[in-house]
């Protein structure tokens, strides 16, 4: 793998870890108020979608684990890990300020693993990766590496989406922001792939199922 197709790689990927970590802290944080309230917690539906194994004993595990357990690869503190161990290998591409807002959210995050009222700690993280996501904004000069990262964070919002049955002009608005920033980078797509993910875009009638719509957005780069 030659240099530039490594650091675009790695520039998507801190995209999409940051929005993974971004939505799986909203979704634990509704979550938590359930089971604070005394609800029925359905986990075991996220972690259907999700394709997370569900070896949790009970609601409060799940909450716990699915945030800070680093022995588990699904965990939104390894995410964090990896969002943020991208960004170091890309600190002269992205800044150090840039930088500094990634260390701070998973900072956040192991903060929160030790609260005995996280709220605070993870309203933090998502208040960092939005200060990083403007920083990008302004300490990131090439139009093309800034859309690389949006690139990311919008195929795992698509993900998402997708896996929850997010109502058609959500789904279209986030498919519509994806192929614009697509056409302002330099990254190779999968043509089946590019071909449904646009159809599916821009006809309002005959749409292929959104099982395929979730497998095209996941292989539509080459990187």
């Not at 997370?52 to 357990?69: E, G, H, K, V």
């Not at 840039?98 to 929160?112: G, K």
């Not at 998402?160 to 058609?168: P, S, W």
């Given at each position: ?10 520039l998507?990927w ?8 971004y ?5 634990v944080?509704d ?16 972690c259907?979608?999700?394709?997370i ?5 009970d609601a ?13 690869p699904?965990?939104?503190?390894c ?13 002269e591409t992205i800044?150090?300020?840039t930088l ?5 959210a998973?900072?956040?995050l ?6 005995a009222?996280?709220?605070?700690e ?6 960092d ?17 800034r ?5 990311g ?23 519509h ?24 875009a821009f006809q ?13 957005v996941?292989?539509l780069?080459?990187?």
């Amino acid at each position: 793998m030659d240099f530039a197709l490594s650091k675009n790689n790695r520039l998507f990927w801190m995209g999409r870890y940051s929005e993974r970590v971004y939505q799986g802290v909203l979704a634990v944080r509704d979550l938590q108020d359930q089971n604070l309230d005394g609800g029925n917690v359905d986990y075991q539906d996220l972690c259907r979608r999700l394709g997370i194994t569900q070896d949790f004993s009970d609601a409060s595990d799940f909450l716990n684990r699915y945030l800070f357990d680093r022995s588990l690869p699904d965990s939104l503190i390894c995410a964090a890990d990896a969002m943020l161990g991208n960004g170091m290998v890309l600190r002269e591409t992205i800044s150090s300020t840039t930088l500094s807002y990634l260390q701070m959210a998973v900072t956040a995050l192991e903060i929160a693993s030790t609260s005995a009222a996280s709220g605070v700690e993870l309203q933090l993280v998502l208040d960092d990766i939005m200060a990083f996501r403007g920083s990008c904004y302004e300490y990131v000069a090439d139009e093309a590496t800034r859309n690389i990262i949006k690139c990311g964070v919008s195929v795992e919002r698509l993900s998402i989406q997708l896996r929850f049955d997010e109502q058609e002009e959500k789904v279209d608005k986030e498919l519509h922001k994806l192929l614009n920033r697509l056409y302002k980078t330099h990254l190779s797509c999968r043509a089946p792939s590019l071909d449904l993910v646009t159809s599916y875009a821009f006809q309002k009638e005959d749409r292929p199922d959104r099982a395929t719509l979730l497998q095209s957005v996941e292989s539509l780069f080459q990187l």
